[in-house]
């Protein structure tokens, strides 16, 4: 199986802003936001692209 | 809590859409409980602040402490800033305040509770509870500790990011073009104007618009949305802001104290926002008006009838969709017409160039309207510049 790319959410503070924009948006419903945590399901997630796009700062990466 | 429990009406999520839901509902006699996942109502703020204030009284809410300044007007900036100005005399009540967000939505919470609901924080559903294809409660998690709260109504006030109404397949998914991805500063020593709530349209934000809201004399909240499918590259929204903000130097020669973003759906009405044992509302339901982005009047408006029909279902001891449908039409022919035409608008406005900008907000220089609405709008620039209109004939 081809191995899927990496997301990464930089969540630690330094750039996410805990806003929701990327939960909203993901069409598939895998990323949660608890307050200051965000974590989303790496089994579900498609690596779209989509909530790369939506985050207004730039916090999320794919590779 | 801490164990399962039973209510007559669950509401998930103390924004303003959850704490209207939640006051009229426990007004006309209904239990009430609602869970806030966060640990302080309205905090943070993820809004512009900034809201009309003619449909205050109809919801019953009064103003307070919560409003930091009344605006004059609007002031629209095309493309090469020609300005045209929506005043209260040809606005009515439409313009209205710039508020501490967070202090309204406290303030709503307390009428819940003062009216009898139950508000209880650091409480996240995580799951709604299904039974016989009905929904009869959620899964919520409290302190680590995870417990049911049956409920023969629940509503889904959880905001734009909006799980409760996907997890009962409620089809609430948007495109790509149906949603602005959102930043703003709050800007100190800032040459604002305490008069108006500012907006500037174009290139300078593609899809949406660039905000100046006053706060106070020299403060201000400057942000910005842009269309979602409309950006190409990481962090493009911070990076439209910064360069509006370098281009204008009264802003330029601010300081940032504050950041917020968010994201806000511009997508027409939903088709369906109740099914057995539950209902949408506010944000969740996708109630925001696409052409403006405000969504705390739309949430409250509908909020209210959303309360009074869960007490009513509850008296009548039938949670059934088809009960449920009094709020579903209720909502609808109060706010449905005006959001499906100003999607309509802002689908228009989201193709239009910058020199077409110029030219409607040119046209509209010196025009007398007696109210505003995208039709007398289209009407005054028709009269100067009847080609632009063209495009816009299905609106006249
Ligand atoms: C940057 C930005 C600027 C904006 N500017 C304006 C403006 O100037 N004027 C205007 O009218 N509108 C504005 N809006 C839109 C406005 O903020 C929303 O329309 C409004 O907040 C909707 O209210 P609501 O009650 O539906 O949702 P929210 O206010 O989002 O409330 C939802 C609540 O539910 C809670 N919640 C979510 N999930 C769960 C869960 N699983 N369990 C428990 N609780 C949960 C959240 O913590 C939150 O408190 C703006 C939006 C953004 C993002
Ligand atoms: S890449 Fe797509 S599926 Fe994965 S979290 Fe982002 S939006 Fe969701
Ligand atoms: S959109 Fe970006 S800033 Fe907002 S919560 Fe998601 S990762 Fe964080």
């Known amino acids: 199986m081809p191995s899927k790319k990496s997301l990464h959410i930089e969540s630690s503070g330094q750039l996410c802003i805990y806003c929701g924009a990327c939960v909203g948006i993901c069409p598939l419903n895998c990323i949660y936001l608890d307050e200051t945590r965000i974590t989303f399901d790496e089994k579900i997630c498609t690596r779209c692209e989509i909530c790369v796009k939506a985050c207004p700062v730039g916090a999320i990466e794919i590779g | ?396």
């Not at chain 2, 239990?31 to 919801?59: A, N």
């Not at chain 2, 073009?177 to 500037?200: A, S, W």
């Not at chain 2, 509006?244 to 601010?254: E, S, T």
């Not at chain 2, 689908?347 to 309207?369: H, M, N, R, S, Y």
């Open chain 2, 1 to 396: 809590m801490g164990q399962d429990r039973r209510t007559d009406v669950l509401v998930i999520g103390a924004g303003p859409a959850g704490s209207m839901t939640a006051k009229w509902a426990a007004k006309h006699g209904a239990k009430v409980l609602m869970i806030e996942k966060r640990q302080e109502i309205g905090s943070p703020v993820r809004c512009g602040e900034g809201m009309s204030k003619e449909w205050l009284g109809e919801v019953g809410i009064k103003p307070g402490k919560w409003i930091n300044v009344e605006v004059e007007g609007a002031r629209i900036f095309s493309p090469s800033e020609k300005v045209f100005e929506i005043n209260e005399k040809h606005a009515g009540n439409e313009v209205g305040y710039v508020v501490e967000r967070d202090g309204f939505d406290k303030q709503l919470a307390i009428d819940a509770a003062n009216a009898g609901a139950e508000v209880v924080l650091k409480t996240a559903a995580v799951g709604i509870l299904k039974e016989n294809g009905k929904v009869v409660g959620a899964r919520v998690k409290q302190f680590g500790e995870t417990f049911e709260v049956r409920a023969p109504i629940t509503i889904g006030a959880d905001g734009f990011e909006s799980q409760v109404g996907r997890w009962a397949g409620i089809p609430t998914n948007l495109a790509l073009k149906d949603m602005d991805t959102c930043l703003q500063y709050r800007m100190t020593n800032v040459d604002c104007d305490i008069r108006y709530c500012d907006f500037f349209l174009g290139k300078v934000a593609p899809g949406g618009y660039v905000w100046v809201f006053p706060k106070d004399e020299g403060l201000a909240n400057v942000g910005i949305g842009v269309q979602v499918s409309q950006i190409k590259t990481m962090a493009e929204a911070r990076n439209y802001l910064d360069a509006w903000i370098a281009k204008h130097p009264g802003y330029a020669k601010g300081k940032k104290i504050d950041m917020v973003g968010g994201g806000v759906s511009i997508s027409p009405p939903l088709k369906q926002t109740v099914a057995d044992g539950m209902m949408l509302v506010g944000d969740a339901a996708r109630m925001i008006d696409p052409l403006t982005g405000g969504g705390i009047a739309n949430g409250c408006i509908a909020g209210k009838i959303c309360g009074e029909v869960a007490a009513r279902a509850v008296e009548a001891n039938d949670a059934s969709a088809a009960f449920l449908q009094a709020y579903e039409k209720g909502w609808r022919v109060r706010l449905e017409e005006k959001l499906y035409r100003n999607w309509l608008a802002k689908e228009k406005l989201c193709t239009i160039q910058d020199a077409t900008f110029d030219k409607i907000v040119d046209a509209l220089q010196g025009v007398k309207l007696d109210k505003l609405s995208v039709h007398n709008i289209l009407k005054a620039v028709h009269e100067k510049y009847p080609e632009v209109t063209k495009e816009f004939e299905a609106f006249l």
